[in-house]
C-alpha cells in the first residue's frame, strides 16, 4: 500500500471513530441505549488509536509498547474501584489526560523551538496552561472526594484577586512565547504558573461542590486535548476532544442548576463556602420512629408510592432488594415510582446506574421536576439513604448552606418514611427539619436490612 493511500485509509478510519463518538454520546444520554453508547465509545477509541499506530510519521514502537503496558497496569486496577469511589477516579483520568495533553505539548514546543510560528505557539501556550491546570486541578479533586486533603474549602482574604492574578500570568506569558518563541527560559515558567493556578482553582471549593468541579475538569481536559488536536493537525483529536469539553460544559452547567451554584462562581472558582445556618442552637426536638412491620403495612395500604433513593442506598448496595420490594408492592396493585435527583449520590446519574442494575423498569424512574409535580398526590414517599436532596430548608432557610438547591418535594406527601441508620447528617453536613415533621417517621437501620425485612412482611421473597 502506497502511503497515500494509507493516509487516506487512516483518515477514513478516523471520521469513522468520530461519528462512534457522536453516537455514543448520544446513545448514552438515555439508561436504555447507554450501554451501546459506551461499548461504542470504546470500540470507536480502541479504533482511533489502532488507527494511530499506522501512521507512517510513527517511526519506532518500542516506546508506544513499554506506555500501552504502563497505562494498562495503572488503568485496570483504577476500572475496578468501588461505584462510591468513581467520582475521585474520574479526577484522576481528567488529571492523567490533561497531563498527557500537557506533556505533548511541551514536547513539541521544544522540537519546534525557537522557530515556532505564532498561531502554533498561541496555541500550543493555551493547550498547555489548560492541560497543566486542569492536572493539578483534578489531583487536588481527586485528593478531596478521597478525603486524603481537607473536603473543607481552603479560603483566605483577597483569594479571587490572587488567583485571578496568577491566571492573567500565565496568560501573559502566552503572549510573550507568540511574540518571542526563542525566550525558551519563560516556557517552563508558564507551565509552573498554570500548575500553580489549578492548585488555586480547586482548594478553595468545598467537597459538596466536587461535582461540578470535576464536570468542569473534564471540560478543560476535553478543550486541552482539542487544541492539541490542532497542534498535531489531529482531526480526530480536534472531534473528540470538543466533544468531550462541550459535553462536559453542558453537564457542569445542568449540575451547576441542580446544586444551585453560579456558573459565574464556578468558572471563578469562589463558590463552596460552607457556611453554618445562622440559626442558634437547635432545641431538643423528638422524632417518631417505627418498625419494618409498621412500615410495611402502611406501604401495603397505599395507592401511591414514590421511593427517593440516596447515597445510603448506593453505600447498602440495597438496589436489588429495592427492587424486590418494587415487586412486592406492585404485586400488590400499589403505584410505585421512583424520584431522581440530579445529584442524588456521589456522581451524576449514581441512582439511574445502580436502579437499571437490578432491573427496575426505567419508565419508573422519574426526574425531578416531574416526580414534584406527583407528590402531592402521594400517599408515601419512602426514602431510602438520601438526606441533602429531600431537605425542605434548601426552599426556606435562606441560611442554609443548600439553600436555593432544588429538592424533591417529600414533604408534600401525605406520609414520608425515611431509611438511614441515625440521626446523621448528609454529605452537606447539615440537620433536616424533614425528620421532626408530625407527617415522618424516621425508619432507622441499614437500607438493605431494612429494605429486606419491609418485603419479608409484605410477604415478597426477602
Ligand atoms: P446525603 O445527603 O449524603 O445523605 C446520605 C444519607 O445516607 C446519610 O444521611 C446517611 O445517614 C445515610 N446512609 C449512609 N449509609 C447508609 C446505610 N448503609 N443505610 C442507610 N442509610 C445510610 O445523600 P443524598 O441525599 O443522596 O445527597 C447527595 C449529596 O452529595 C448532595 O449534597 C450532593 O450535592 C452531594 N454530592 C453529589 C454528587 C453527585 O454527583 N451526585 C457528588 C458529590 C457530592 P446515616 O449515617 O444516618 O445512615
Not at 492523567?96 to 505533548?104: K, Y
Request: glycine content about 10%; hydrophobic content about 50%; charged content about 15%.
Amino acid at each position: 500500500m502506497t502511503p497515500i493511500m494509507t493516509q487516506q485509509l487512516i483518515d477514513f478510519t478516523y471520521i469513522a471513530a468520530a461519528i462512534g463518538f457522536i453516537l455514543a454520546l448520544k446513545w448514552l444520554s438515555s439508561p436504555v441505549s447507554a450501554m451501546r453508547g459506551v461499548l461504542v465509545g470504546e470500540i470507536a477509541s480502541g479504533v482511533a488509536v489502532v488507527a494511530t499506530l499506522f501512521d507512517p510519521q510513527v517511526g519506532e514502537y518500542k516506546w508506544i509498547i513499554i506506555a500501552l503496558i504502563i497505562g494498562a497496569g495503572v488503568g485496570v486496577p483504577l476500572g475496578m474501584v468501588k461505584m462510591t469511589a468513581v467520582p475521585q477516579r474520574t479526577a484522576l483520568s481528567h488529571a492523567f489526560g490533561a497531563m498527557s495533553a500537557a506533556l505533548i505539548g511541551i514536547a513539541e514546543y521544544y522540537v519546534a523551538a525557537p522557530n515556532v510560528p505564532k498561531f502554533e505557539m498561541a496555541e500550543i501556550g493555551l493547550e498547555v496552561v489548560i492541560g497543566s491546570l486542569t492536572f493539578t486541578g483534578s489531583l487536588i479533586a481527586a485528593g478531596k472526594l478521597q478525603e486524603i486533603l481537607p473536603q473543607r474549602p481552603i479560603t483566605y482574604k483577597g483569594q479571587n484577586y490572587v488567583s485571578l492574578s496568577i491566571l492573567a500570568a500565565a496568560l501573559v506569558l502566552i503572549v510573550i512565547l507568540v511574540f518571542h518563541p526563542d525566550f525558551t527560559y519563560l516556557f517552563p515558567v508558564m507551565v509552573g504558573v498554570a500548575l500553580v493556578f489549578g492548585i488555586m482553582l480547586v482548594t478553595p471549593i468545598g467537597g459538596a461542590d466536587m461535582p461540578t468541579v470535576i464536570s468542569l475538569l473534564n471540560s478543560y481536559a476535553g478543550f486541552s486535548a482539542a487544541l492539541l488536536g490542532f497542534v498535531l493537525n489531529s482531526k480526530v483529536l480536534v472531534v473528540a476532544g470538543a466533544l468531550d469539553g462541550a459535553s462536559g460544559f453542558i453537564l457542569s452547567v445542568i449540575m451547576c442548576k441542580a446544586m444551585n451554584r453560579s456558573f459565574t462562581n464556578v468558572l471563578f472558582g469562589a463558590f463552596g463556602q460552607m457556611q453554618t445556618s445562622a440559626k442558634g442552637p437547635q432545641e431538643e426536638r423528638t422524632v417518631r420512629s417505627a418498625t419494618p412491620e409498621d412500615a410495611a403495612s402502611i406501604l401495603a395500604s397505599a395507592s401511591k408510592v414514590v421511593i427517593v433513593p440516596g447515597y445510603g442506598m448506593a453505600v447498602a448496595q440495597a438496589q436489588h432488594k429495592v427492587r424486590e420490594l418494587f415487586d412486592a408492592l406492585t404485586k400488590k396493585g400499589v403505584d410505585v415510582t421512583f424520584g431522581i435527583h440530579p445529584v442524588a449520590g456521589r456522581m451524576p446519574g449514581h441512582m439511574n446506574v445502580l436502579l437499571a442494575e437490578a432491573d427496575i423498569p426505567y419508565d419508573k424512574l422519574l426526574e425531578m421536576d416531574h416526580i414534584n409535580g406527583d407528590l402531592p398526590q402521594t400517599d408515601v414517599a419512602l426514602i431510602i439513604g438520601a438526606n441533602d436532596v429531600t431537605n425542605p430548608a434548601a426552599r426556606t432557610d435562606t441560611s442554609s448552606p443548600i439553600y436555593g438547591m432544588p429538592i424533591i418535594d417529600v414533604d408534600k406527601a401525605r406520609t414520608v418514611m425515611v431509611i438511614k441508620r441515625s440521626m446523621a447528617a448528609g454529605f452537606a453536613g447539615i440537620d433536616n427539619p424533614l425528620y421532626y415533621l408530625d407527617k415522618t417517621l424516621m425508619l432507622f437501620g441499614d437500607a438493605k436490612n431494612f429494605v429486606s425485612s419491609i418485603v419479608k412482611d409484605l410477604g415478597g421473597s426477602s
